[in-house]
Structures are given as C-alpha cells and as structure tokens.
C-alpha cells in the first residue's frame, strides 16, 4: 500500500506544471512575418512530462523556467527549435525542462481549419510542496500543483 502511494504521489505530482489550454496568451512567439493560427496548439499529455532533478528536490530548490517551443503541423515539438526563453537561475531546472520537450504532445494550431506549425511559450514551474512560496505564488499554492522527482 506504500508503495502505491508513493508511486500515486510522484505521478499526480511530476514534475512541472504548465498551462495544458494551449491558451492563446503563450502563442506569441511566432516568428515575425508568420500568419498567427486561429487556433492554438493544446497540449495533450495527461500529465507533464518534465522532471524535477533529484538532488535539487532533496535541497528544496525551486524554479521557473519559461520555454518556446515550435510545434509542427502533426502535433510534435521541434526539439532542435526548442530554447530556454526565461531562464530560471539554476541551469539544472531550465535543462530538466528542456529535456521535457521531447515528450510532449498536441493537437496542431489550425489556421482556416488546416493544421500548421506554431511557436508558443511554455512556462514550467518547479515546485517543492515544503518550501516556501515563491513571490508570486498564491495562486499556484492554492491549486495544489507541486511536483516531486520521477
């Protein structure tokens, strides 16, 4: 029964937490000259596949780090297109984010109903459930969205 409960908690809680709406406020890096797509790219792993390295977990270190990513016509994040916009201040959260790209999944951005290629911003947001709140926090606290190592 432990066991299952660890393995409950470091599932439910991951690793990042991200806007999973693919809401338009983060489809604003296409790049200039682009037609913007109607419709955004929407995420849709079940949970965040990015992992919160160990040993800052056990230090209770945390983090935000935003990414930009560019999502092709079939759903598939260009890992090569994949960068660090805003780092977090701690190399080894912004590369566990990174490495998180090449697992996530969506449904394309549509432009007048055909799937296209689209740039978005990501941000992902490390968390400790025992350490105390970064500036900014309440609202992300009150979500219950904390994540621990995988």
């Known amino acids: 029964m432990r066991h299952a409960a660890l393995g409950l908690l470091l599932l439910l809680s991951a690793a990042g ?15 200039p000259g ?3 797509p109607e419709v955004a790219p929407i995420m849709l ?3 965040p596949p990015f992992r919160y390295p160990p040993a800052l977990w056990t230090q209770r270190v945390q983090g935000n780090v ?3 990513i560019h999502v092709d016509a079939d759903g598939i994040p ?3 297109s994949s960068v660090v916009a805003e780092p977090s ?22 432009l007048r109903g ?12 490390f968390r400790h459930p025992d350490a105390p709140p970064l500036p900014g926090d ?6 219950g969205r904390k994540q621990s190592p995988q």
């Open 89 to 110: 201040g701690i190399p080894a959260l912004d590369t566990a984010a990174l490495a998180g790209v090449r697992d996530l999944r969506f449904s394309p951005a549509r």
């Open 138 to 143: 309440s609202a992300l606290r009150t979500i």
């Open 114 to 125: 055909e799937p296209v290629g689209a740039s978005l911003m990501i941000p992902v947001f």
């Open 34 to 36: 682009t037609v913007r």
């Open 45 to 47: 792993n079940d949970e």
């Open 78 to 80: 260009v890992a090569d």
């Open 17 to 31: 937490c991200i806007d999973r709406t693919g809401g338009r406020r983060f489809v604003d890096a296409i790049a």
């Open 66 to 68: 935003v990414l930009r």
